[in-house]
RNA sequence: GGGGCCGUAGUUAAGCUGGUUAUAACGCCGGCCUGUCACGCCGGAGGGCGCGAGUUCGAGUCUCGUCGGCCCCGCCA
């Protein structure tokens, strides 16, 4: 720092107390003499009239350094920059009629500072500490302390406080109890990549941080808890997305002597009364329903937005016979009919030609409805009545555009489903400021793992079947549905959530196909199968992502906007360099060498 | 594991087909200024283009590698 020039002490606080906020002086405080306290938002110099704005969490307020006032601290103020910490006592004194600022909510006063106090000087800060400028992330990441002083990260951090609290509120209200859980404890088999933790107590072996807080609440519904409910983190070593972190929070709740719908109308409630105190915003209730064979044939996806009205429509028994040979082979042939479309430039079209192909589609056909012509590439292939069929099931009207997808039913349906939103944004199709919940329901029980040749869990392994589905379990896994239900809202999901096996023999029918034998299953999960030997209730639950859920509310484009100190794509932070070497003494003390010698702190 | 975009003063960007001392705005520093409010005016400093190789008479500009950030596929029960 340059030690030349004007500069002027740092002073201790002393006995002075702030007084009020920067956001809250109003005409009504005139005249009164007030102590602020904040950092140098912007300073205005005129030489012998200094004007700054002081800002704090809450807002901006002008004070003003006059010669009239206080010529010695007017002397002294020229020598404050962006970020310097001050405090000012003052007296509250109207504007003039022609100096209001309107922007500010205290634009109608000013503090005339009597007296002031330097009470930290600030670097040049990398940048500006203001919501309109854009700096990359990376920046913002390494100096996260600023990057927070910003009214929109102040906003998201505080919403979520809120949101945070009016959950808990509601919960507690409902007879929830919220119960900590461990956050070390045991690696299980199935689900995501665990993160592990070496014990240098007991060398060679590892505890996992929780994926979830699964097996332990249903032991607290084992215990008699009756309703938990925790605001936890949660942990997946897997990569990374915009609205995923390895380290999120979940707002984890579990019942007990419920079902399916004792479990949705607490989330409804709790998600309402989320949004209504928090938002302001009504959401009706109860939340539309839908399972998910209707999502994946009208949206494509599990997780359809459905803020705007486009479907899909199966229309592979209409091109059959077509002489267009990949439609006529085809597994499934869905079309998306998109009114208005034909205006899509050629670019468009081969643009979201490459966008499906991420999703393994080989090509996008496609059809512009003109007023006396199909144009198209395909449309030579296709028989008048087949032109008839596809005219009435898709209600086609001069300049609409349809698109088709001819492949497998995964590919047809996340192509078409990700191109249906792509659409929905290219045409303003979806709302602003409207949140649209849905339940997804009657989820399939399992997945084939193409890879691992084995039935896995959709949801988890302690996910019951519906009612009569578990014989199905033997012979035909595939078409036991899970007695599961997600909450989607704007196309993210929010919440997912079951009923549990509650009874062993239930749980081990549901591990054997999973082909965990009684084995394994007794090594891994004993503790849990033995809760359910002694009485464990019927009981389910579910749980959300909370940081979604602010996202959502606060209309983030990323849940790193909504986490106070989120990590990077690859799991970094760029503030405290973690992850980062540890000395070989650590590893020592933990038992561990690592593969490639000299990575640690000390060599 | 893979695909795409990006990296040039403190910041945000411009820099066409490779060609003299690399631009601009904001910020910063100095000066002037008693009604500004993203104050204004005058003057000034500041980077060798993420890093490393290579091609070339010559490289922000081309090639390869590498590091980092973002978006996505796989993965995420």
Redesign the pocket.
Known sequence: M?D???KIPIKPLGWWVRSHGCNELHLEHIELEVCLMGWV???????????I?LRDRDGLT?V?F???VNALALEEA?AL??EYVIAVKGVV?E??K????P??KT?HI?V?VKEFRLLNRSE?????I?D????????R?KYRNLDLRRPSMVRNIRMRSQAVSALRNFLNESGFIEVETPVLTRS?P????DFLVPSRQNQGFFYALP??P??FKQLLMCAGVDKYYQVVK?F?D???????QPEFTQVDLEMSFVEEGGVMSVSENMIAALFREVSGIELETPFMRLNYDQAIADYGLDRPDVRFELKLKDVTEIVRGSGFNLFANAQLVKALRVPGGSELSRKEIDDYTDFVG???AKGLAWIKIKDNEWQSPIAKFLSGEERAGLSSVLGLEPGDIVFFQAASP?VVN?ALG?LRIKLGERFQLIPENTFAPLWIMDFPLL?W???EKRW????????APKDGHLDLLEHEPGLALARAYDLVINGYEIGGGSIRNHTREGQEKMFAVLGIDNEQAGNEFGFLLQALDYGAPPHGGI?FGLDRLIMLMVGA????DVIAF???????C?MTDAPATVTSKQLRELGIRLREQGKTLDN
Request: hydrophobic residues 30%.
């Open positions: 340059d030349t020039g004007n938002q912007y300073r205005r110099d005129h030489g012998g009239l200094i004007f704005d002008q003003v006059s010669p009239e020229h920059r962006s004194r504007r003039p022609d100096m209001i600022n922007n500010l634009g000013e005339a040049t800060p990398p940048f500006l203001e309109r400028v854009e700096v990359a992330e990376n920046l990441l299980t199935e689900g995501a990549r994926q979830s699964q097996l949660c997946r897997e990569d990374l997305r915009a609205d995923r991420i999703y393994g995964d996340n990700y997945e793992d193409e890879e896995t869990a959709r949801h988890h392994p302690f996910t749980a484009a990323s849940i790193r989120p990590k990077t794509q690859k799991a970094a760029l």
